[in-house]
């Protein structure tokens, strides 16, 4: 007994400022949320034939009185462990068609938003009721949102995810696999369940030698979605070889620096309304295609 306290004061001890870092980024994240310290960044998709947004990426931001801008991958595991995932997804889920549902006001809205859901929110039952109440409370149809999964989260329960999709999508809404490839992949699963999109993980197109010819997990990707019948976006695309190799290979869906970072709200606004003006204008668009 006295062996394992002297153990813990060691560690405590050695963790020092570590430890008590990890406390108060504990402390603030429970505040953030009704210190409104959250933001959503928006990133568009791009469908490269046309040059129009067919989607836009919603990406939370945490801006930390102290500490500055926090990116999701310094906090959402944090918040998953304290279990205060639920309550931030839902808040990204209102904000975000809130938002969704002023822009179809403006007549700029694009035609789906897509929403990132953790690993742990596909656990609670009322995942499905919460999404559509919300979607209902800002009078946003369902085939307006798109919930971006990731594999690891299916494979863990298959039968629940199987369960809450189904109805999701009951409601229109579309279901993507993010990060698709690195994880746990079940050719199974890819027909068992309601998925509308695969998104080719940043990793694959990070690595896309445009001078090598041989045949590549992207290859692989493209080919299996359009098998079943799912759409395919890949995302990262920061130059422009990545994209053309890319198109060469019928893959006309994007989203990555190469076209835009995910933007503060003003910002992506801007480009919804210039992209509207492009559509109210056939020939421009014509013009622009090849
Ligand atoms: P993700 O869903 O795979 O999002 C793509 C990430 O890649 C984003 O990072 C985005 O800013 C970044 N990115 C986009 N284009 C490029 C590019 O061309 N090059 C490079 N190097 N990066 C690019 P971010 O915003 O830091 O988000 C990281 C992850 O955090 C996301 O990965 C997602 O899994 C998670 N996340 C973001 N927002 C939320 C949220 O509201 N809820 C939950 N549960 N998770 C979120
Ligand atoms: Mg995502
Ligand atoms: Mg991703
Ligand atoms: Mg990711």
Not at 33 to 47: N, T, W
Not at 93 to 118: C, E, F, H, K, Y
């Amino acid at each position: 007994k006295n062996d394992s306290r002297g153990g813990y004061a060691f560690y405590a001890q050695a963790m020092g400022s570590e430890f008590s870092q990890h406390m108060d980024l504990e402390m603030d994240l429970r505040r953030a949320l009704s210190k409104e310290e959250f933001a959503v960044y928006y990133q568009p998709q791009f469908d490269t034939t046309n040059r129009r947004i067919v989607g836009i990426e919603a990406l939370l931001r945490w801006q930390h009185p102290e500490r500055g801008m926090l990116y999701p991958d310094s906090f959402i595991p944090l918040a998953e462990e304290i279990d205060l995932i639920s309550r931030i997804t839902l808040w990204v889920l209102d904000a975000t068609t809130a938002q969704m549902r002023q822009w179809m006001d403006a007549g700029i809205a694009p035609p789906r938003l897509a929403v990132n859901l953790s690993a742990l929110d596909l656990k609670h039952t009322t995942i499905v009721d919460e999404t559509i109440q919300t979607l209902q409370r800002h009078g946003v149809p369902g085939n307006r949102l798109e919930l971006e999964i990731t594999e690891t989260l299916i494979a863990q329960d298959i039968t629940r995810a199987t369960h809450h999709l189904t109805a999701l999508s009951h409601h229109g809404i579309n279901i993507a696999i993010d990060d698709f490839g690195t994880g746990y992949s079940s050719l199974n699963y890819l027909h068992r369940l309601p998925i509308h999109t695969l998104k080719i993980d940043r990793s694959f197109v990070r690595d896309i030698a445009p001078e090598r010819n041989e045949r590549s997990v992207i290859d692989a990707i493209i080919v299996m979605a359009h098998g079943f019948n799912l759409k395919v976006i890949a995302e990262g695309v920061e130059t422009e070889a990545q994209r053309d190799w890319l198109e060469q290979r019928n893959c006309h869906t994007m989203q990555g620096y190469l076209f835009s970072r995910p933007l503060p709200v003003q910002d992506i606004e801007e480009l919804l309304r210039a992209s509207q003006a492009d559509q109210e204008n056939p020939g421009l668009i014509q013009a622009n295609r090849h």
